[in-house]
């Protein structure tokens, strides 16, 4: 099928005197289902904890949603400026349904200009990942370790969003 990313699909290490890196694990597929999913490819995203990075096979089809009326995410419940904003827009001297009107405009500036979009964050730290793990791969600086660290609870936390985020739909 072939793949993209890294064409490693084990490492361990904690250095880069003693990393160790091999392709172990590969995915396959019938010539019936090739033809069936011409575009399908496999990716290598980055491994957080295990020896092993993952295999995706992608289909390459995209689903669009249709943009909604506001609604509450229960991944913003996390967060901690959540409490500041719903508290200043309901302890305003106005009655309940204008509070509720302005706590909707609110949370979707805040989301927007603040907690942002969960998949574009993803994307973002995993990318920041795979770079520290290519610069490491090759012996960058070690000091890269702790950063990677900090990215990795960084995307835990995102992922626990995109859990409760896809729960709700």
């Known amino acids: 099928m072939g793949f993209e990313d890294s064409a490693f699909t084990w490492s361990r290490g904690l250095s880069s ?3 160790q890196r091999a392709w172990l694990d590969r995915a396959l597929c019938s010539p ?12 290598h995203p980055d491994k957080f904890h295990s020896d092993h990075y993952p295999l995706v096979v992608s289909l390459n089809i995209h689903v669009h949603r249709m943009e909604g009326p506001f609604h509450f995410q229960l991944a913003w419940m996390n967060h901690a400026n ?3 904003i719903v508290g ?3 302890n305003s001297f ?4 204008d509070s509720i009107k302005n706590l909707a405009l609110d949370l979707c500036l805040w989301n927007r200009n603040s907690f942002g979009n969960i998949f574009s964050r993803k994307k973002r730290i995993l990318a920041r990942i795979a770079g520290i793990q290519k610069t490491l791969s090759t012996g960058g600086p070690q000091h ?4 990677e660290l900090k990215l990795k609870k960084q ?4 992922l626990e969003q995109e859990e409760l985020f896809c729960f709700q739909s």
């Open 82 to 84: 959540l409490g500041m």
């Open 88 to 90: 200043n827009a309901l």
């Open 94 to 97: 106005t009655d309940i349904l």
């Open 155 to 158: 995307l835990e936390d995102i």
């Open 32 to 43: 019936n289902w090739q033809f069936r999913f011409p575009h399908a490819y496999v990716t």
């Open 144 to 147: 890269l370790l702790k950063l």
């Open 17 to 19: 005197y003693s990393l």
